[in-house]
């Protein structure tokens, strides 16, 4: 298993993404999709707290709540990753050190658990001094709340500038970013916001590994889909999406595996990354991203879905 950069944290190569749970996926099959990716040696599962307050009669913690009735249920919560974010919930959108402070406390309790693996600024908030977010964050890992901490949706610069005064000041430094990026979205990490990564000696972790569902090939001209995510995973179907679905179907052939496989071992072969995120709903979705777990693309593959 790849060891997320400068920690001690050993995580399998596909995290399990979590919007889904308390959303498309209710408690059950949560469980069973949980149960599957376990099983299958998965080990990351990536929440926050704000999922998945936007569906209908949420409102916020339904997923780390499954996630915490799930861990209770087993004796293996060590050889767990849980990560989870702040920032983002109604009441709570902000980086301030009290909605960090109190965003952990509620979060831990809805897992369940005494720590936070791997805690992540779900968004960058320019309206708060970034001394006073990463002292906040820095306090919860001396508390052993939190084990790592990390960052989600940061710009090169802002990235560069938190390093910087976390350095300086000796705080808990940043050891992955979160990212969105996948094979159909490319530009806002490609370029500067992985060379920080990269020269930092950060982990990636992209979100949206599947670009909402595109990549595992469902979305094809005349085929109508039937997901909260149709709208926005079929704006991909254009010339350059349908060019990456030919090779990812060609590959998957020579492969005998799945389109998704190859969506995310392309992404997790890119430097730095060390993880793609990807939900699945259910088990027979989940079982065409599993494979990803042990599965390698030739280098000559890789470059050719680069070029596209
Ligand atoms: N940091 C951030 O700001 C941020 C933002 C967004 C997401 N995330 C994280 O990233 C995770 C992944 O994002 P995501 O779940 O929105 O997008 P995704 O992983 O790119 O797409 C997953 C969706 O694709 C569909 N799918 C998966 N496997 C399939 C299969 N085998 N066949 C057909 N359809 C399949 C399912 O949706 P349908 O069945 O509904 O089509 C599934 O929920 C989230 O759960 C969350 O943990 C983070």
């Not at 560069?160 to 976390?166: G, N, T």
């Not at 470059?303 to 596209?308: F, G, Q, V, W, Y």
Request: proline letters at 3%; one cysteine or more; hydrophobic letters at 40%.
């Amino acid at each position: 298993m790849p060891i997320l950069s400068t920690t001690d944290l050993n995580v399998s190569r596909l995290c399990l993404g979590g919007n889904v749970f308390g959303w498309t996926a209710d408690e059950d099959q949560s469980f069973a999709v949980l149960d599957a990716y376990a099983a299958a040696g998965g080990n990351f599962i990536d929440t926050a707290d704000v999922y998945s307050a936007w569906a209908e009669g949420n409102s916020g913690g339904e997923s780390e709540t499954i996630i915490g009735k799930w861990l209770a249920k087993r004796s293996d919560r060590d050889q767990i990753v849980v990560a989870t974010k702040v920032g983002m919930l109604a009441g709570f959108n902000n980086q301030k050190r009290d909605t960090i402070l109190t965003s952990a406390e509620r979060s831990l309790k809805r897992l369940g658990v005494d720590h936070i693996d791997l805690y992540y600024n779900h968004l960058d908030d320019p309206n708060t001094p970034l001394e006073e977010t990463l002292a906040a964050y820095d306090q919860l890992v001396k508390d052993g709340k939190v084990r790592y901490v990390a960052a989600s949706n940061f710009s090169a610069e802002r990235l560069a500038q938190a390093l910087e005064i976390q350095e300086r000041e000796g705080f808990a430094k940043f050891v992955a970013l979160q990212p969105e990026y996948n094979l159909v979205s490319r530009d806002k990490f490609e370029g500067d916001v992985q060379d920080v990564v990269a020269r930092n000696g950060l982990a990636t972790v992209p979100y949206f590994g599947l670009a909402r569902g595109f990549l595992t090939g469902k979305y094809r001209p005349g085929v109508e889909v039937r997901s909260p995510r149709a709208g926005a995973a079929s704006k991909h179907l254009d010339e350059h999406g349908l060019q990456v679905l030919e090779v990812l179907d060609d590959l998957a052939e020579t492969h005998q595996t799945t389109v998704a496989a190859v969506a995310l071992a392309w992404l997790a072969q890119q430097p730095t990354v060390v993880a793609p995120i990807a939900s699945a709903r259910t088990l027979e979705q989940l079982s065409d991203l599993t494979p990803l777990l042990d599965f390698e693309l030739t280098q000559a593959e890789v470059d050719r879905l680069s070029a596209i």
